[in-house]
DNA sequence: ACGCCCGCCTGTAAGC
DNA sequence: TGCTTACAGGCGGGCG
């Protein structure tokens, strides 16, 4: 579910709601979700009594520092949530890790469709034992990359088709299906096109709609659809939903030329995309 | 190296 | 009213 502009907006929540208070209690009754952990025990015994020094993000991962020197790293997959929560609150279905906190307050991670994780490591550990992380590219809110770079790095990939390209996280950290459509939009490019086949302005235009519409997305808290499956810590949905211009808008009109927004499927995925405008 | 397909899960909506 | 199918913000792996 989440990407890179809901994790962000989860990842500011945490640094409100969470860094700064110690972890009391761990309950875990999804044991799927720290499935990269031999043991309940082992997950457990190296979170409780452990206080949050930092909430960080790379990518569609959070990352809490433990006062420990462990990490508490943090997956959503298509369908977790984390979600605040007071003891006396009643236990909503798919909650699979409790976390209590010795302040008084829960952290409630739930997840339906159980693809995200949480698990604990040491920091030389992200490399060896979590590659994924370790192979992210840049993150394009949190470390801004020149454009000359980009543009090299870009031309490094020159025959892969330009929508897979944006959602491959060891290339860029963060875009998924909505955002990679958007910001094909916003460039006026289509996604099969390569990095080979730009012009130096077509590959501005891209660097810059990635970095705005990201921008734009984090400012409006990131986008809930209409299941409502996205909100953030206090369970509040994000707004740039409303300001999709082609993500589930098929059959409507494009709001930069009024021809028909297109939905089709490429590597088993819904795109949207507008077939005047982007060429 | 790249494109395509599958599996992993559950819930929901649409179609018959 | 069922029952079946398709599909959903992710990712990794396997195959050609």
């Known amino acids: 579910m989440p990407e890179l502009p809901e994790v962000?907006?989860?990842?500011?929540?945490?640094?409100?709601?969470?860094?700064?208070?110690?972890?009391?209690?761990?309950?875990?009754?999804?044991?799927?979700?720290?499935?990269?952990?031999?043991?309940?025990?082992?997950?457990?015994?190296?979170?409780?009594?452990?206080?949050?020094?930092?909430?960080?993000r790379r990518g569609k991962y959070v990352i809490l520092a433990l006062d420990t020197g462990e990490l508490l790293v943090l997956h959503m997959g298509m369908s977790g949530q984390l979600r605040r929560a007071q003891a006396k609150d009643p236990t909503e279905k798919h909650t699979h890790v409790v976390f209590t906190f010795t302040q008084g307050g829960q952290l409630r991670f739930l997840d339906p469709r159980t693809f995200g994780e949480l698990f604990v490591t040491v920091p030389d550990a992200l490399t060896a034992e979590v590659p994924e992380l370790a192979e992210l590219g840049?993150?394009?809110?949190?470390?801004?990359?020149?454009?000359?770079?980009?543009?090299?790095?870009?031309?490094?990939?020159p025959d892969t088709k330009l929508k897979p390209l944006l959602m491959d996280q060891t290339f860029i950290a963060g875009i998924g299906n909505?955002?990679?459509?958007e910001i094909l939009w916003e460039s006026g490019l289509r996604g099969d096109r390569t990095p080979r086949s730009l012009s130096n302005m077509e590959?501005?235009?891209?660097?810059?709609?990635?970095?705005?519409?990201?921008?734009?997305?984090v400012k409006h808290r990131g986008s809930t659809l209409s299941d409502q499956q996205y909100v953030d810590l206090v369970g509040r949905p994000g707004d740039y939903q409303q300001f999709h211009n082609v993500y589930d808008r098929g059959g409507q009109a494009c709001r930069r030329c009024r021809a028909t927004i297109i939905r089709e499927k490429s590597q088993g995925r819904s795109t949207f995309s507008c077939p005047s405008c982007q060429v």
């Open 138 to 157: 840049f993150d394009p809110v949190d470390q801004p990359l020149a454009i000359t770079v980009f543009a090299q790095r870009l031309l490094g990939r």
């Open 8 to 56: 962000e907006t989860i990842r500011r929540g945490l640094e409100r709601e969470v860094v700064g208070k110690r972890i009391k209690s761990v309950e875990v009754s999804g044991l799927r979700s720290i499935r990269r952990h031999k043991t309940k025990k082992d997950f457990i015994s190296r979170l409780e009594g452990a206080k949050v020094k930092t909430a960080r």
């Open 178 to 181: 909505i955002y990679s459509d």
């Open 203 to 217: 590959i501005r235009r891209l660097f810059r709609a990635i970095v705005e519409i990201l921008h734009e997305a």
